[in-house]
């Protein structure tokens, strides 16, 4: 025992600059960490989180779904993925909420999305290859951060809508089940419209149920 105490001490004594040095950053990183997630928490800026939030309109009302949210990391299985979507996405406006993600990588974002979805409706496909009665719709999917007075917490959303719907969306405004949700029919307008025109920005899933 006395010698491996003895080891011990002179192992600290030849390492504890190495020691302090670790104390001092681990002591950094979480005062700056509670320093980001206080500012977060005042600004209600949640952007290390994907939500995937289903758009349907039912007898005329707006119906927004959350499907499935999860940490950035956890969906696209990266930290610097992560760290530069989040970058990507305070660029977004008012009028564009659209994330700007550079074309050579956004086939990798969506995919991970596609991905995450359709684990989720997995179920479903193996009803349909076990010859079971499923019924499958055509879904598409893209990246946005909405942003403006009417949002309550400001995340990265993936926007999860029927083909159909987000081509038939009338001029005339739904109702709403919530007053802010006004901002999610802009946002819907504006992907209808950027559907049409750049529909790379977008990815098609089946789901089947």
Partial sequence: ???????????????????????????VGWYFGRRRAKASWKKQ?????????????????LQIRTISEKLAVEVFLNQHAAEQLQKYAVKT?????????PA???W?????LLNEISEKFSDGIIRQDLGLPVRSESYVIC??????GEVKT?????????????????DESPKFEQPQHSLRWKTLKFLQ????????????VTISQ
């Fill in 1 to 27: 025992m006395p010698e491996l105490v003895q080891t011990i001490l002179e192992y600290l004594d030849d390492n504890w600059m190495k020691f302090v040095w670790g104390i001092v950053i681990a002591g």
């Fill in 45 to 61: 800026e949640f952007l290390n989180r994907v939500n995937v939030s289903l758009n349907r309109l039912e007898n005329g009302v």
């Fill in 93 to 101: 406006t008012l009028e564009n909420p659209m994330i700007p993600i």
């Fill in 104 to 106: 050579s990588e956004l």
């Fill in 108 to 112: 990798f974002y969506l995919n991970s």
């Fill in 143 to 148: 990246l946005t951060c909405e942003c403006g």
């Fill in 154 to 170: 400001r995340k990265i959303r993936a926007m999860l809508m029927t083909k159909s719907v987000l081509a038939t969306l009338g």
């Fill in 193 to 204: 419209s950027r559907y049409a025109s750049h529909p790379g920005e977008f990815m098609e």
